[in-house]
């Protein structure tokens, strides 16, 4: 297939952003287009820009090379050797200190449209676009050859593809593994179960948050709140928190987290784990905490629900700078993409305006250096936290 943009459409393909909207398509010159299929860009008058996946919808290719080059099995094995390399450059390759690290982060790592999550001897495939799925086993194969310590590569795509039709259903790419699996971060244990977590089985992206909480938990009752796997709560309860309290609708999740800080302490520690809405809790509990997180999922996954989103989270700012004992830390999160740093800082800052409370900015947080951004990319950079000191 060659695709052509229309006129003056070619200037971000120039500077190396990696999506190509449904708006800048002139023409396809293909007798079928091809859902997932490797596409060549051409600008209106006929320049060569790159190969790419195309599929339809508002990013109708995502980028994979501006290079005259094929996307085959020697192209994918090039990349994830490259992404290979950079966690071993940052110490996450063979460290028995850290089995769970992000290998392949879609457009930081040249890969737009594919995730790939590393838990022990397993790796989780992600597809975001028809292209990478339609591409598994090869991007299997090259796995598997780059990196000799996978043994098993489990597909969790369904609920990621705009078009989940076309992914009959989460499945093994390889042999099956025994489930869950036990990873060590920074000395701290989780059960992972890649066939039933949320997203690849577990929020890797706040693994150096998780290490900042664990230093500011000394002596204090932590409230951690849309717990998940208790994550946040494990580090608290190493770093020395008197009191922890997990809080997240779903009973499931609650399981997890009362399992992961029993593995990791047994039953010697103070900790609950409550099943309820959010919101509920926080309305009608007179407790307060010393140190509280706020990790919430993305309020907007598109630009059409950025008000609402924006409303939600200073609703839910405000709730817990009120249940936050004087001279307490508040670790609030957003993961909305479509949410900017400083609309996120400004509805924090109107939250604690509203509360009255004075507040000063300890740490700006982002993710991790296994999730990098492509300079040429910046929608890539999704997460965005502060840790504030609260009078």
């Given at each position: ?69 094929n996307i085959d099995g020697q192209f994918f094995k090039n990349r994830i050797s490259e ?309």
């Amino acid at each position: 297939m060659k695709l052509y943009l229309k006129k003056g459409r070619e200037d971000s393909i120039k500077r190396y952003h990696p999506w190509i909207f449904s708006g800048a398509i002139k023409y396809i010159d293909a007798a079928n287009t091809e859902e997932g299929g490797v596409v060549e860009i051409y600008s209106s008058h006929g320049e060569f820009l790159g190969r790419g996946h195309y599929q339809t919808g508002s990013i109708s290719v995502r980028i994979l090379t501006f290079e005259d080059e094929n996307i085959d099995g020697q192209f994918f094995k090039n990349r994830i050797s490259e992404a290979y390399s950079l966690r071993k450059k940052i110490g996450l390759i063979n460290n028995p200190n850290i089995t769970a690290y992000r290998l392949v982060h879609g457009e930081g790592d040249r890969l737009s449209g594919l995730v790939i999550d590393v838990y022990g001897d397993t790796a989780v495939f992600q597809a975001h676009s028809v292209g990478m799925w339609k591409s598994k086993e090869i991007i299997t194969e090259a796995l598997t050859s780059v990196c000799k310590d996978i043994k098993h590569v489990y597909s969790k795509s369904l609920n990621a593809l705009q078009q989940p039709e076309l992914c009959a259903d989460d499945c093994w790419l390889s042999e099956k593994r025994e489930m869950p699996i036990t990873v060590n971060e920074h000395g701290n244990l989780f059960e992972i179960n890649p066939e039933e977590g949320q997203k690849t089985g577990f929020y890797i992206d706040q693994r150096e948050n998780r290490l900042l909480v664990q230093k500011y938990s000394r002596n204090a009752s932590v409230l951690n709140l849309f717990s998940y796997t208790g994550a946040f709560s494990v580090y608290a309860i190493r770093g020395g928190a008197v009191k922890t309290v997990s809080v997240d609708s779903s009973q499931k999740a609650i399981d997890m987290a009362n399992k992961n800080v029993e593995l990791n302490f047994g039953n010697s520690v103070n900790h609950l784990g409550k099943t309820e809405d959010i919101f509920t809790f926080l309305r009608e509990s007179d407790e307060k905490f010393d140190l509280i997180i706020l990790d919430p999922p993305a309020f907007a996954k598109h630009h059409s629900a950025l008000k609402n989103a924006l409303n939600s989270y200073k609703r839910l700012n405000v709730r817990a700078m009120e249940k936050l004992n004087s001279g307490g830390i508040l670790f609030t999160f957003s993961c909305s993409q479509a949410v900017s740093e400083i609309q996120f800082l400004q509805t924090v800052f109107s939250a604690a305006a509203i509360t009255g409370r004075k507040a000063s900015i300890l740490h700006c947080l982002n993710q991790p250096e296994d999730h990098p951004v492509n300079i040429y990319h910046p929608e890539g950079k999704y997460l965005k936290g502060l840790a504030l000191y609260l009078l």
